[in-house]
């Protein structure tokens, strides 16, 4: 069973939350439940609730993310299980509302706040969120990777790598001065 979760209201939390139960209380040695973060928007508190439920449970979330995913969304992808949290190379993060914003430099609004601590509670890399908060309001997925968010980032691999390192290999003369 796999979830998708485009838009985080609450007849979909109803719906990760049964998974969950059900997972919690079957026979079942692995008790997973992968979902697929595709451009997830929602309600940040909704999320956190969720994430509080899944995190109470034995339930592990295995988390697949891509497209653009609101706060709603870079909060479920931090609250899976390490190691199993994925993003596609193209997947964008933003974790702060800009219109909740103050004006007072670059203090955080009291909704900012709150997802900052809850992806802190989660073990992502704070201060480094917060610094990212004041001159951009989106994540790559490689930036989410070091801001400990997701763990893994698909890469493009290139079909010709070995090619060059073979040319390289096979006799040219090096362009080292003697």
């Known amino acids: 069973m796999k979830i998708i979760v485009e838009n985080l209201d609450s007849n979909k ?22 979902i697929v973060l595709n451009n997830t928007k929602g309600d940040y508190k909704l999320a956190l609730d969720l994430a509080k439920f899944v995190h109470a449970s034995k339930v592990d979330l295995l988390v697949n993310a891509s ?27 933003v974790p702060f509302d800009a ?9 955080l609004s009291p909704q900012n706040q709150s997802i900052l601590s809850a992806l802190k509670s989660f ?15 989106k994540l790559s997925a490689f930036e989410a990777k070091s801001l400990r968010i997701v763990d893994k980032v698909d890469r493009i691999e290139s079909k010709y790598k ?13 362009s080292k001065r003697k």
């Open 123 to 137: 073990e992502a890399h704070g201060r480094g969120l917060k610094s990212i908060f004041s001159y951009s309001q």
């Open 13 to 34: 939390v109803d719906e990760i939350k049964t998974a969950v139960s059900s997972l919690a209380t079957s026979r079942d040695k692995v008790k997973e439940l992968p």
């Open 162 to 174: 070995d090619d060059s390192s073979k040319k390289s290999k096979s006799g040219k003369k090096s």
């Open 67 to 93: 497209g653009t995913n609101d706060a709603a969304g870079t909060i479920l992808a931090v609250a899976g299980k390490k190691g199993t949290r994925h993003a596609s190379f193209d997947a964008i993060f």
């Open 99 to 107: 219109e909740s914003s103050t004006k007072r430099g670059e203090r």
